[in-house]
């Protein structure tokens, strides 16, 4: 599985609509695993985004399309890192010419 850390943003739309949001969080969290994934961790935040969350997913195909999915709703943007857990950051670096 790889992981991602989604940056979100409210959007017009979803700040006005914001009382709603933790029924989107919880379609979300369905969606996520109806593709094979899991919410590592969500968190509202104060600063340029308003929300992160952790994810892990079986690859970049599935983020992609989870994410334009969750876009195209329009109450959030996103900002999208993939990460490489501290094994696999080692992996790299080992792998260095």
């Known amino acids: ?4 850390i989604c940056l979100f943003n409210y959007t017009q739309q979803g700040i006005q609509n914001i009382e709603q ?8 969290k369905e969606v996520i695993d109806e593709q094979g994934g899991e919410l590592r961790g969500f968190y509202l935040t104060m600063g340029r985004h ?7 997913l079986p690859d970049d195909q599935t983020a992609a399309q989870l994410l334009l999915r969750l876009g195209s709703l329009g109450n959030v943007t ?20």
């Open 21 to 28: 949001s933790p029924a989107r969080l919880d379609s979300f």
């Open 78 to 97: 996103t900002e999208t890192l993939k990460a490489f857990p501290e094994e696999e950051y080692r992996e790299v670096i080992d792998d260095l010419p």
């Open 50 to 56: 308003d929300l992160v969350a952790v994810l892990e």
């Open 1 to 4: 599985m790889a992981t991602y």
